[in-house]
């Protein structure tokens, strides 16, 4: 009762938001921020989680179960909205929100604010007007690009104070790097501070990616020293201009002309999205960048990307002329300019970096699994019982799946995973003993009962779930089956259709459609996978065997000893027919002997 006016008075609250864009906090009774949104209009989007309950999903319903009180600020617009959004969540870290998982500190270069500036790698960036570029997702690519500065240009990297009046009254003296030509030691005033800040804005150039006109402007110089016939000094560009072409050829990847575009896509997990950002500036790769999100709650793809997109640009900054995506953002300023192409060089941006995210999403789970495996398989237990409605975890599941030629041979096969892997060592056959010709229903009907009659004789544990490969008609002759022994109460059994990977339910008629990547669904694919090699593999086996007995077996005076004397001997049945006659008599004697040379028209 307490709970219901607490809803009623948060409907009346909702009643006065206002219908402006901005941001929207849901609080605890102990004042907790758990929840931070942005929408166009504040009051249509906060009366959705009131207004249609039962249109929301578990966790969702949880989480508006706990909201004590609402609050909100306005913003001019939809992008700014955004943008607070996106720090608020940084700040409050609500439990229920899309939550990035990266807490890496990634490095920068900076390009120190004093006097003859230093340029190094630095993992904190400091606010004291010194310049930083980056994050650099890769700590080898930045510190290649150090050395391809340090090889370019005459960089002092020590922390002396040069300021003039030091260097005036002759406080200094070069150090190594002088001698050895990788600095021009402004320390005793040989290199003007003009001179040395033209570098530093060639630099910069260099670190926004823009090589073209530092290449342009070497080049210039090259020849202008080799007019003067000043060939060693013409040298020296060319040994720069090379520098940076190897440089550009380990990146380049399109056509140069593409530039200032940023890529963003993303692939999906079970409650999981991972990112890849790739930054272009005249054609080549100059920023790259993984991201893993945590999904609370239900949220669209489009507000996802959207936070994706913002809290990169926040961290890369945004020069970007256009955004290539594979999900459009719900941001109006952002969707603008995004863009998902179809074909050329773009397309192939895209491509490369799905393919990243991809491999991304892989690697954080082969890492889940390996680091924490029983945490992952509780996980995953605790996905397929929730995805099935299962009363308790599965741990221990079968698979059944029958498997004829033109109705030959027929046999089947029972696969079990315990904790969502495979235990083979409890995988079982069945030659097919009741039914006659390919009749897979009544065939499945008869090794399901099998298999748990025998199971309930020698009081073994049983199945929390049982899996058949096969549509309604496999499912419901295996359920009969369950029905026979009494387990159908006790043990939960679905069907998995071929076509479009459908869970078939009894009595429901309609499928359920797992997420493709629902790990729920990847074990039972697993299942249905492994059911079927290892029958099939039985299958063939068998038939190797009839085939093989019916050669032999059509000789006269050879029975099943004598068959199998051969057969391991011999190897084969070309290994009989070639057999010497001393060989063929010391196994089967004179008779038997005969019998095979004439069977196979030897003298």
């Known amino acids: 009762m307490k709970r219901e006016r607490g809803i009623n008075s948060l409907k009346e609250k909702v009643k006065l938001l206002p219908k402006l864009p901005g941001v929207y906090k849901f609080t605890d009774k102990e004042e907790k921020i758990i929840y931070i949104g942005k929408a166009k209009s504040i009051r249509n989007r906060v009366s959705q989680y009131f207004t249609s309950p039962e249109g929301l999903s578990g966790k969702t319903r949880v989480m508006v179960s706990k909201i004590a009180d609402i609050h909100h600020t306005v913003v001019e617009n939809e992008g700014d909205a955004l943008l607070l959004e996106n720090n608020l969540i940084k700040e409050y870290q609500p439990r229920y929100n899309v939550m990035l998982k990266d807490g890496k500190t990634y490095p920068w270069i900076c390009i120190k604010n004093e006097t003859f500036p230093r340029v190094f790698i630095t993992r904190r960036v400091v606010k004291d007007g010194s310049l930083y570029f980056g994050p650099y997702s890769s700590a080898k690519h930045a510190h290649n690009l150090v050395a391809l500065i340090s090889s370019l240009f005459y960089l002092r990297d020590c922390k ?71 060939f060693e000094e013409a040298h020296k ?62 949220e669209s ?106 109705g030959t041979n027929p046999v089947a096969a029972c696969v079990v995973f315990r904790d969502g892997v495979p235990c083979k060592k409890d995988y079982r056959h069945f030659n097919i003993k009741s039914v006659t010709g390919a009749n897979d229903f009544a065939s499945m009907k008869e090794v399901v009962y099998r298999r748990y009659s025998r199971l309930l004789e020698e009081k073994q544990s049983l199945p929390q779930l049982i899996v058949i490969d096969g549509g309604k008609g496999q499912l419901n002759f295996a359920l009969q089956a369950l029905i026979e022994l009494n387990l159908h109460m006790k043990i939960k059994i679905i069907g998995i259709a071929k076509r479009l990977e459908e869970i078939i339910v009894p009595g429901d008629p309609n499928p359920l459609f797992l997420d493709k990547n629902s790990p729920s669904l990847k074990v039972i694919m697993h299942l249905r996978d492994e059911a079927h090699r290892f029958g099939i593999t039985h299958h063939r086996n068998k038939r190797s065997k009839e085939q093989i007995k019916s050669e032999l077996r059509l000789i006269k005076g050879i029975g099943e000893k004598s068959e199998q004397k051969l057969l391991s001997r011999f190897k084969s049945v070309k290994g009989v027919k070639e057999a010497s006659n001393a060989d063929l008599t010391l196994l089967v004697g004179k008779r038997g002997a005969k019998a095979i040379r004439d069977y196979f028209g030897r003298a």
């Open 160 to 230: 002396l104070s040069l300021n003039k009046e030091s260097i005036e009254k002759g406080k200094f003296k070069p150090c190594l790097k002088y001698h050895i030509n990788k600095c021009k030691a402004p320390c005793i005033s040989l290199f003007t501070e003009e001179q040395y800040n033209q570098q530093i804005e060639q630099i910069k150039s260099l670190l926004k990616g823009d090589t073209s006109s530092l290449v342009r402007e070497f080049r210039e110089r090259m020849n202008e020293a080799a007019s003067q016939l000043q």
């Open 301 to 406: 793809t489009e507000s996802i990307m959207s936070l994706f997109i913002s809290d990169t640009h926040s961290k890369f900054g945004d020069t970007s002329r256009e955004i290539l995506v594979n999900h459009y953002p719900d941001s109006e300023p952002m969707k603008s300019k995004s863009f998902i192409p179809q074909r050329g060089d773009k397309h192939y941006l895209l491509e490369l970096s799905l393919k990243n995210a991809r491999l991304y999403m892989k690697e954080r789970q082969k890492q889940e699994e390996t680091i924490r495996p029983d945490e992952y398989r509780q996980r995953i237990m605790e996905s397929i019982r929730k995805d099935l409605s299962l009363t308790e975890q599965p741990r221990h599941i079968e698979c059944f799946d029958n498997s004829n030629i033109q």
């Open 237 to 298: 560009y060319k040994e720069k201009i090379e520098l940076i072409k190897n440089h550009n050829n380990k990146s380049i990847i399109v056509n140069h002309k593409i530039s200032n575009i940023d890529v963003f896509t993303l692939v999906f997990g079970h409650h999981t999205a991972h990112g890849n950002y790739i930054r272009i500036v005249n054609g080549s790769i100059i920023q790259s960048l993984n991201m893993e999100f945590k999904i609370p709650l239900e």
